[in-house]
C-alpha cells in the first residue's frame, strides 16, 4: 500500500476581520501519495496559500487533522520542517553572494557539516547546470537559473516533500520547460511535490493529481483526465474513407454532427477508455471501418471556469 506524504482531514481554517469571521478552508480532506505530483488549483481567495502555509508548518490550522511525511502536523512540526522543503513564488536567493556561497549558506543553516556541504554544494551545482555560474553572483543569474538555483537551495537538506509555489512564473517557455523536466527527475528520485500554479497547462503536463479548490472546499479532485470528463464538449472524431461508410455511421450512431468533404462524423463522447471501446465495437459489428479516430476533451481551463464560474485568469 502507498504510503502518504500528506494526509489532512477536516482541516479548517478562519479569520477574523470587521466583518466577523471568514472562513478560508472549510474541511478540506487532501491525500497524497509519496513520490507523486500533486497540484492545488484554485481562484483568489480560494484558500490555496493557507492551505500550504499550513501545511508547511508556517501558521497553524483551527481545526482537523493532518500529517506531512508521516509527522502529526501539531505535535511534531519540528519533525515537519526537517522533512520537508518550500520554494515561494519569489525567489529567496542572495543576490549579492554567488551561487555556491547561497548553497554554502543554506547548508550552514541546515547545520550540515562543512565537508559534506561542500560536496553537496557541488553535486546541485552539476544537477542544477550552474556549474560556470558558481562563482558569479546571482544577481547576475537569469530569471530561470535564480528559479534553479533556488529550488537547489531547498535540495541541500534532502526534503522528502517539497512545497512549490507558482515554481515558473515569469519565465520564457524554454526555462519554464527545464524546470519541468528537474521537476519530474526530483519525483522520479522518490521525492513527492505539492505543486501550486497559475498555468494551468502546468498542471496538466506534471500532475498526477490535481485539485481544485473554492470558497474554502474542494469541488472536484482527480487526474487530469478524469477532470476534463466532467463537463460536456468531449467528442470522439471518427474519419471514412468514403461517404458510403460515413452515412453509415451517420444512420447507426444518430448523434453527432458529420462533415462530408472531410469525411469525418464527431460523435459526443467523455472520451474514456470504455466509450471509444463500445463505440469501435458498434461499428465493427456493422462492417463500417474507421480510417481514423482520434478523442477530444475539454481542457482545463474549460474545467476550471465551468466548475468555478470565474475566468482563469483569477488563479493565483
Known amino acids: 500500500m502507498t504510503e502518504l506524504a500528506i494526509a489532512a482531514n477536516g482541516l ?20 497524497v501519495p509519496e513520490g507523486t505530483i500533486f497540484s492545488l488549483l484554485g481562484p483568489n481567495g480560494a484558500g490555496k496559500t493557507t492551505t500550504v502555509q499550513i501545511l508547511s508548518t508556517l501558521i497553524r490550522a483551527d481545526g482537523g487533522e493532518v500529517r506531512v511525511a ?9 519533525d515537519v520542517r526537517g522533512a520537508i522543503g518550500v520554494t515561494g513564488q519569489y525567489s529567496a536567493v542572495d543576490k549579492l553572494l554567488t551561487g555556491e556561497e547561497n548553497l554554502l549558506l543554506m547548508a550552514d543553516l541546515k547545520h550540515v ?26 544577481a547576475t543569474y537569469s530569471g530561470g537559473m535564480r528559479r534553479r538555483l533556488d529550488l537547489a537551495m531547498t535540495l541541500v537538506g534532502d526534503p522528502r516533500l517539497i512545497f512549490l509555489d ?6 520564457d517557455p524554454r526555462s519554464r ?15 513527492t511535490i505539492f505543486l501550486t500554479t497559475q498555468y494551468l497547462e502546468e498542471a496538466d503536463e506534471l500532475a498526477d493529481r490535481i485539485a481544485l479548490l473554492d470558497h474554502g472546499g474542494l469541488i472536484a479532485e482527480g487526474t487530469a483526465d478524469e477532470l476534463k470528463r466532467l463537463i460536456p464538449g468531449g467528442h470522439i472524431e471518427l474519419t471514412f474513407a468514403d461517404t458510403r461508410l460515413l452515412d453509415a455511421a451517420r444512420r447507426l450512431l444518430e448523434a453527432g454532427g458529420a462533415d462530408p468533404e472531410a469525411l ?10 470504455r466509450a471509444v471501446r463500445e463505440l469501435l465495437a458498434l461499428l465493427d459489428e456493422h462492417s463500417i471501418d474507421v480510417a481514423e479516430m482520434s478523442v477530444h476533451t475539454p481542457d482545463l481551463d474549460d474545467v476550471f471556469l465551468t466548475l468555478t464560474g470565474r475566468q482563469k485568469e483569477t488563479i493565483r
Open 264 to 273: 469525418t462524423l464527431r460523435v459526443p463522447s467523455d472520451g474514456s477508455v
Open 70 to 78: 508521516g509527522y502529526d502536523l501539531n505535535r511534531q512540526a519540528d
Open 12 to 31: 479548517r481554517k478562519s479569520y477574523r476581520d470587521k466583518n466577523g469571521d471568514k472562513v478560508v478552508l472549510d474541511g478540506v480532506d487532501l491525500a
Open 113 to 138: 557539516p562543512k565537508r559534506e556541504g561542500r560536496q553537496k554544494a557541488k553535486e546541485l551545482l552539476e544537477k542544477f547546470d550552474l556549474v560556470e555560474a558558481a562563482g558569479k553572483t546571482a
Open 177 to 191: 520547460r527545464a524546470m519541468w523536466g528537474i521537476v519530474r527527475d526530483l519525483v522520479e528520485d522518490g521525492v
Open 166 to 171: 507558482e515554481p515558473t512564473t515569469g519565465l
